[in-house]
């Protein structure tokens, strides 16, 4: 007799080990009762040496005692196994739980930790300067050199910085995939368009 696929809680449990409880205070009557006959266990002879049934035991006793201990013993089992299932039910959904709150508390440290973004990378092209800083598509800009999401009003912030900095290296922090990388970025005059290479795009707030 297996478990239904619900989840096991504290009060099934109880239910169970009450079961079992009942269960070996029954066993341990049935054993008294062989006890009295005699003290006749599970598997002395009921006849004498010259096989009629023994006069000194009531025979019906022992025997019903014996059948019912055996059937006991198998219930006794299959609750045994249902509290085990039980157990290891609660103890999995318990550190799942536990599992799940660590996670959870480990992602809201990281997001408060991390820097409000204010600009996100849309375009890299291959070959320009925003492409050997490492910098990539879906970056999301937290510092363009002395902008961030404090100072931020327009692209028009990053546009000045750049055309201030060409040739000099900036400091340019991102977070991807909720990581925080700080590049290097330097504009200067490449064989395409601008000084950086990338398309930027404010973040909506």
Not at 163 to 171: I, M, T
Not at 177 to 187: A, I, S, V
Request: charged share 25%; net charge neutral.
């Amino acid at each position: 007799m297996s478990l239904p696929e619900k989840a096991v809680t504290m009060g099934d449990m109880q239910q169970l080990l009450k079961k079992k409880d009942e269960v070996e205070a029954q066993i341990k009557a049935y054993y008294d009762v062989l006890q009295d006959q005699k003290g006749v266990g599970m598997s002395e002879p009921l006849v004498d040496a010259e096989g009629y049934p023994r006069a000194d035991v009531d025979i019906y006793q022992v025997r019903t005692a014996r059948h019912n201990i055996i059937c006991l013993q198998n219930d006794h089992k299959a609750l045994m196994q249902q509290v085990e299932q039980g157990l290891h039910q609660l103890h999995a959904r318990e550190k799942e739980k536990r599992d799940r709150d660590e996670a959870e508390a480990r992602a809201e440290a990281q997001s408060q930790a991390l820097p409000q973004p204010f600009a996100r990378v849309n375009a890299v092209t291959p070959g320009s300067p925003a492409s050997f800083s490492g910098l990539q598509v879906d970056d999301e800009i937290v510092e363009f050199g002395s902008v961030n999401s404090r100072n931020f009003q327009s692209l028009q912030n990053i546009a000045t910085v750049v055309q201030h900095s060409e040739d000099k290296p900036l400091s340019v922090t991102v977070i991807r995939r909720g990581e925080k990388f700080h590049l290097g970025l330097t504009p200067k005059r490449w064989s395409g368009k601008g000084l950086l290479g990338c398309n930027i795009v404010p973040l909506q707030r």
